[in-house]
């Protein structure tokens, strides 16, 4: 029978107060989708509006369109899937065998504090399912509580969009929370590489991955964790 995987994308494309575009980070969705795609998922898109997800501009720029960034500029199904996605507050858990967050900036405003996104990691988690989250997309982590009501990232190994990766983007300011700060503060064990070197951390169900060049380690590593 084939897994099924639930891929949850922000609705929020305003950078702060700056009146520059954000959103979701297109590689970090396609990189992933096509391993998921490719190893015979069924895939789900979720975001917090439902609708349309927003991809920001940058991840649209010649340097960083990867190989599966651009063939989803080509993939109509895909394309027509970003466009009507389900919902957040419409998905149960059980209807899926794992959830993976793509990052983007967008993340950091309306999947950091939203009630049904921890509520969908809580239930994804205690029914023994994984859940994936790469870059700025582990902030949905910070509030998420285990089964026995400890915080789920405390004590465990983690990684997500740096501290001094936020400042080489000139983004410190701008951005509402630094994932790395966030992830201390609830208790991880932060692990990073160099800036925008591959890094990716798998403890027990939780899988994240510190950058965009890190989405497909991720991503094969969520699926090594469903084999």
Known sequence: ????????????ELMGDTGKKTGMWLEEFASPYYAFKDAGYSITL?????????IDPNSLEDDAMTDDAIRYTKDELARSAMAATIPLEDVRAEEFD??????GHGPLWDLSDNAHSIKLIEDTIASGKPVGAVCHAP??????KAADGELLVKGKSVTG???????A?????????????ELVKSGGKFEKADNFAVKVCTDGLLV????PPSSRPAADAL????N
Do not use: R, W
Not at 46 to 54: R, T
Not at 169 to 181: F, N, S
């Open 1 to 12: 029978m084939s897994k099924s995987m639930l891929m949850v994308m922000t609705s929020h």
């Open 46 to 54: 979720a975001s917090p509006m439902g609708g349309q997800v927003p």
């Open 98 to 103: 794992a959830v993976f967050y793509p990052g």
């Open 139 to 144: 902030i949905v982590l910070k509030d998420v």
């Open 161 to 167: 969009f740096t501290n001094s990766e936020e400042e």
């Open 169 to 181: 983007m000139g983004l410190t300011d701008v951005v509402p929370y630094l994932v790395e700060d």
């Open 208 to 211: 994240t991955g510190q950058n």
């Open 223 to 226: 699926i090594a964790l469903l």
